[in-house]
């Protein structure tokens, strides 16, 4: 089956600590989210990549990191930097390019980080 | 004042009632319009989308976009227990996964 799959679905960062939340699709899709969701907010965009090797900042990417060395894969690095990082993290993607955009995003099923 | 409106609920509703959900929004710039239906900790599914105005259709689902009013809304009919999730509306005014903004979503629960 086609999709994105993020992992782990449940996440516990010490103080100090960095985590890394993985995100891998087999959609063949160019472009690659990492959005942040908190209670009564709206999804907030962290980091973008519309090809691999390349990736630009969302409205919160401070505390955050990314790599793209694959198509497939989109890790999210969550670093001690980052000092309120409870909340659900989503990785969607879609056939955006740097050449065409396409707003349809499919998402994952989501990471909960917590700290503890 | 946030971009986009959403009342966050909850909602609810016995099944097979007419459902109504909306956003508003202060942007006049965005043209394209979406609904995503989100399960209880999982990611969004896109439900409805919609480009500039007019009505769309698919199923019990009716997307309506007014841009005169800078209103949108979502159409449940017959509605169903499994309908119970968050609705979040999502807009964007040039296109692109990076360009959309969302609203905070309502709650709906459909009751037997």
């Known amino acids: 089956d086609g999709g994105i799959t993020q992992s782990p679905k449940y996440l516990f960062r010490k103080e100090g600590q960095n985590v890394t939340l993985s995100c891998e699709q087999n959609?063949?899709?160019?472009?690659m989210y990492w959005y942040r969701q908190d209670p009564g907010q709206g999804l907030r965009l962290i980091y973008y990549?519309?090809?691999?090797?390349?990736?630009q900042k969302g409205d919160i990417a401070e505390g955050y990191s990314v790599s793209r060395e694959k198509k497939e894969s989109f890790p999210l690095t969550v670093t001690s930097a980052q000092k309120n990082p409870t909340a659900f993290y989503l990785c969607?993607?879609?056939?955006?390019?740097?050449?065409?955009?396409?707003?349809?995003?499919?998402f994952g099923s989501g990471t909960q980080l917590s700290v503890l | 004042q946030k971009e986009v409106e959403q009342d966050p609920g909850p909602l609810s509703v016995p099944e097979g009632a007419i459902v109504s959900l909306n956003c508003t929004y202060s942007?006049?710039?965005?043209?394209?319009f979406m609904w995503y239906r989100q399960y209880s900790r999982k990611g969004p599914e896109l439900l409805m989308y919609?480009?500039?105005?007019g009505n769309k259709e698919d199923g019990r689902f009716t997307a309506q976009v007014d841009k005169s009013s800078k209103y949108i809304s979502l159409f449940i009919r017959d509605s169903q227990p499994s309908d119970s999730a968050t609705y979040l509306c999502?807009?964007?005014?040039?296109?692109?996964?990076?360009?959309?903004?969302f609203g905070t979503g309502t709650q709906l629960k459909v009751e037997l």
């Open positions: 959609l063949n899709h160019d472009a």
């Open positions: 999502a807009m964007s005014a040039t296109g692109g996964g990076n360009k959309l903004t």
């Open positions: 969607a993607s879609s056939t955006d390019s740097l050449f065409a955009t396409n707003e349809k995003l499919f």
């Open positions: 919609t480009y500039s105005s």
């Open positions: 990549s519309q090809i691999v090797n390349d990736f």
């Open positions: 942007n006049s710039a965005f043209q394209y």
